[in-house]
């Protein structure tokens, strides 16, 4: 009774006062000391490499469509030699990091949440927190500084197989030596179409990493709260990662095209 | 939250038969359920107490009381004469690591082996280095539960008994002075109950730890207990040892221990 009482926007600031709390104690366990590299490493194995695959193989198809949807309108101005350049600048900027970053939401961010979900449910980071360890330090610092370290790198490979793709696509049209394609790419990019781009990925992934950790670790102890776990967390992190690219935009248009 | 403390820092307790938890008219509820009523409870050095009681009743929450995992809403919880509500951080975690705390599951860490459970305590909180003596320490306690060949497996590998006494083991691996043992022996076959209860009991008079053991399983009861306290409806229904209880002219409290008959 008294539950359905609180209304709506009560319970979501106290969602947010929550996720504010987690945060905090996030970044005092950060600087604590006794940092779990052998975890991390291993997280970001799990992380970065089980997610290869996949962002290779989406990057791939992206950047293949992209050039094949991209050339009747371009041939229609006659700028089909500009393909390249708007490929990579459209792929580099947006397209991959926003597409990848909503990926690892999927995969990373719902995995996280499920494991620290099961691990809640079966009282196993009750007993880590019991025995006098600390759960934040070894479970949430490592995923989510290992997410925010791998969905960048991811971004850069899956980047680059994209520009790949694209070269295939625009080989079965028009016949471009692979180095002039690739020349065409780089010369059109700015390290500042690099900068921002990357920078913001960091934040992609801290976001995949806080909001898989942050639902997973709050879950209740029902078997279907790690369902639901997972499930709000790649639902709220795809979310941030758009809200996050929307800031990215506005902070590079001030600080670089002025 | 009465009388609050103005000496917080843990005190080393020595003497004999000093109260190490204290548990005063504590009350707990979740929603408007009350769980917990006037729970009072001491526990002295190196005493066994078996809680009994029905199911649901809040037997475990009165234990995470102990351990600060739950504030209670009334009443004090003293452990070492130290109030755990008014505990900072470091000092509710250097409590912790005096106390063993068995789950019910037996919650083992499901991504580590056997091997790493034991090993994630002794490197973790007590920073240990010397991998002989780590090594040596994890052998000895996995013998004292009957695992020593499990060593290397994955928890998933285990049976539901293997996997508890891991997680026994991997509490008795801390030394603990005090033990709070939420189900044992359940779902044990009993040759392994048996087995559970003369451990705890070894426990007992090696280490002079304290305990207190919650459980459906009589005949663990009528190993471990030093003394007994039924718990219905929020509250601790009766005390004495196993053979008072037994003959208890109460017909409720008798019905704990017809079941072994
Ligand atoms: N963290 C919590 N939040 C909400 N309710 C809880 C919480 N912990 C326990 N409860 C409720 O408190 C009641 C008592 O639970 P508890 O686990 O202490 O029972 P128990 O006596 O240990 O039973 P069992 O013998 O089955 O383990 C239950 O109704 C449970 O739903
Ligand atoms: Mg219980």
Known sequence: MAEQAIPGYKKWLEAVGDQGVFFSSFFRNLFRGGFEWSEFVRQCYEIGYRSMMLVGITSFIMGLVLILQLRPSLLELGAESMLPRTLAVSFIREIGPVIIAIICAGKVASGIGAELGSMKVTEQIDAMEVSGANPLQYLVVTRVLATAFMVPLLTLIGDAIGLFGGFLALNFTDDISFSLYFTKCISSLEFMDLLPAVVKTIFFGFAIGFVGCYKGYNSNKGTESVGLAANSAVVTASLWIFVIDALAVQITSILFYR | ?261
Not at chain 2, 163 to 188: F, H, N, S, V
Request: glycine share 8%; charged share 30%; with cysteine.
């Open chain 2, 1 to 261: 939250m009465e009388a609050a403390e103005t000496d917080i820092k843990l005190k080393k307790p020595e003497e004999k038969g000093e109260v190490v938890v204290n548990i005063a008219h504590v009350a707990k509820s979740f929603g408007n359920k009350d769980v917990l009523k006037d729970i009072n409870l001491q526990l002295k050095r190196g005493e066994n107490v078996v809680v009994l009681g029905k199911s649901g009743q809040g037997k475990s929450v009165t234990i995470q009381c102990i351990v600060g995992m739950l504030t209670p809403d009334k009443g004090t919880v003293k452990v070492f004469g130290n109030d755990v509500a008014q505990m900072g951080e470091e000092q509710i975690k250097e409590l912790r690591i005096k106390i063993g705390f068995l789950f019910q599951s037996g919650a083992l860490y499901d991504s580590m082996t056997v091997r790493e459970n034991m090993e994630f305590p002794l490197t973790r909180i007590k920073k240990m280095t010397d991998q002989a003596e780590i090594d040596k320490l994890v052998e000895e306690a996995l013998d004292g539960v009957g695992l020593k060949d499990a060593i290397d497996k994955m928890p998933s590998d285990l049976s539901g008994g293997m996997r508890k006494r891991a997680g026994l083991a991997r509490t008795l691996i801390m030394q603990p002075e005090i033990m709070l043992y939420d189900e044992p022996t359940t779902g044990l076959d009993p040759i392994t109950s048996r087995e559970i209860s003369e451990l705890i009991l070894r426990m007992q008079e090696k280490y002079k730890t304290s305990s207190i053991i919650i459980t459906h399983d009589m005949e663990c009861a009528r190993i471990t207990a030093d003394r007994i306290v039924i718990m219905n409806d929020g509250e601790y229904i009766a005390e004495g040892s196993y053979e008072e209880l037994e003959n208890s002219e109460d017909e409720f409290i008798r019905s704990f221990f017809n079941q072994t008959k």
